[in-house]
């Protein structure tokens, strides 16, 4: 009797841990080594997930789910100095100002999970950027060296963090953008209308989805309020064309032909 409740009990585990993300370890150009997390896409496109600062991948768990769960693949990455990611140092220890402190380097962390996913055949156009805080700053920055990218999404983005800049890189963006933040941070919502402005100037209207959430921040906006709504802009990040009042294709009228 035990060894039957055993093996249905193994029986119900099995397709969980076949189905369970796979923990990997990833190398940048700069000698940081990386700990990740990677789900396989069932259609073909994924999410690179960016924490915010002094958190790590595990900041996703329930957007995860959700990713998972509509089809798509993931890779959560602990950036340089967070989680498990310490083999060169803690980022308590980094420099907080400098165009080149590691917090700005972190774009090298973005490039190596940018460059796993294309070794298994997955093209940059089928990869998204998600970031957090921290992280949607750093995935701004990184559309410099990774502008092919599908599209990009920020959760309380900032103008400057840690002296990691957004300007840059929206600026010369031409993918769709997806921008969340909260309305009662007066702030948080003045530095993200100035992103999407800018956003709009490269990308197009069209192109630029902005939503605001309550109280909440980062992934725990994601969580509460606008998980479904990063879905749909997943599967449909570019609104169609609308056409200006009146002006619709019209089918000149073909003469019927003459009757002897």
């Keep these: 009797m035990r060894n039957l ?29 990386l700990s990740a997390l990677y789900e396989p896409s069932e259609n073909g496109r994924y999410v690179i997930l960016l924490h ?58 973005v490039t190596a999970a940018i460059g796993y996913l294309n070794k298994k055949d997955i093209p940059t156009q089928d990869i998204y950027l998600a970031g957090s805080g921290l992280g949607a ?42 921008i969340a933040v909260s309305s009662e ?22 192109r630029v989805t902005f939503m605001t959430a309550y109280n909440l921040r980062g992934a725990e906006m994601a969580d509460k309020w606008l998980g479904e709504e990063f879905l749909q802009w997943l599967a449909a990040p570019q609104r169609p064309p609308v056409l200006p009042d009146g002006e619709q294709e019209i089918t000149p009228e073909v003469p019927a032909a003459p009757q002897f």
Aim: glycine residues 8%.
């Design 52 to 109: 915010d600062l002094g958190k790590n991948k595990d900041e996703f768990n329930k957007l995860e789910n959700k990713i998972k769960g509509a089809g798509y693949g993931f890779f959560a990455v602990d950036l340089r100095g967070h989680g498990a990611s310490l083999n060169k140092g803690d980022y308590r220890n980094f420099a907080k100002t400098g165009t080149d402190n590691e917090f700005n380097q972190m774009v090298r962390d």
């Design 5 to 33: 409740l055993a093996l249905l009990f193994a029986s119900v585990l099995l397709p969980c841990a076949l189905n369970a993300a796979e923990n990997i370890t990833i190398n940048t150009e700069d000698g940081w080594e």
């Design 185 to 206: 941070d007066r702030k948080q919502m003045m530095e993200a209308s100035f992103i999407r402005n800018a956003a709009f100037l490269s990308s197009g209207e069209g």
């Design 137 to 178: 700053n750093v995935a701004a920055k990184s559309l410099i060296f990774n502008p092919d990218i599908a599209g990009i999404a920020l959760f309380t983005p900032s103008l400057k963090t840690r002296d990691v800049l957004t300007m840059n890189g929206i600026k010369i963006n031409t993918k769709p953008v997806f």
